[in-house]
């Protein structure tokens, strides 16, 4: 699995935590906790004992408030679309991957699509 830097953490991202195998928000505390581990030291080893990057796929989209529109019924290939976007920002799900792709950049992780979908739009992009 993929290694989580410092720097992808936001508060209100979806993680799977590795305690409970299930996939949580991180919370202030969550931070707290982190910084208290490492002592002063480097957080990164201690992010990876606590939570993994869970895979971008259509269920997560769907939860985020996409809409899928079909590309092509051959190639089964679709765009997701949100309202808080413009149709321009759409998002291209290859059929065959489970991952996004959006001008060339590859989208694996619900964190990465919530920090992007912040950094476009300047709001959060949650669950509904």
Do not use: C
């Not at 409970?20 to 957080?43: H, M, Q, S």
């Not at 996409?66 to 290939?77: A, E, H, N, P, V």
């Not at 979908?117 to 709001?123: C, D, M, R, W, Y």
């Amino acid at each position: 699995m993929k290694q989580l830097t410092p720097q992808e953490l936001r508060i209100g991202n979806w993680y799977n935590s590795v305690k409970f195998n299930k996939p949580v928000t991180l919370t202030a505390e969550d931070i707290y906790e982190l910084v208290f581990r490492a002592e002063g030291a480097n957080i990164s080893h201690y992010i990876n004992e606590m939570f993994d990057p869970i895979p971008l796929d259509e269920d997560w989209l769907v939860k985020f408030g996409f809409k899928r529109r079909m590309l092509s019924k051959q190639t089964k290939d679709d765009y997701w679309i949100h309202e808080k976007l413009p149709e321009e920002f759409s998002f291209y799900l290859p059929y065959f991957y489970m991952s996004i792709y959006f001008d060339n950049v590859n989208i694996p992780f619900v964190h990465s699509m919530q920090n992007f979908f912040h950094s476009l739009t300047g709001t959060e992009l949650t669950r509904k």
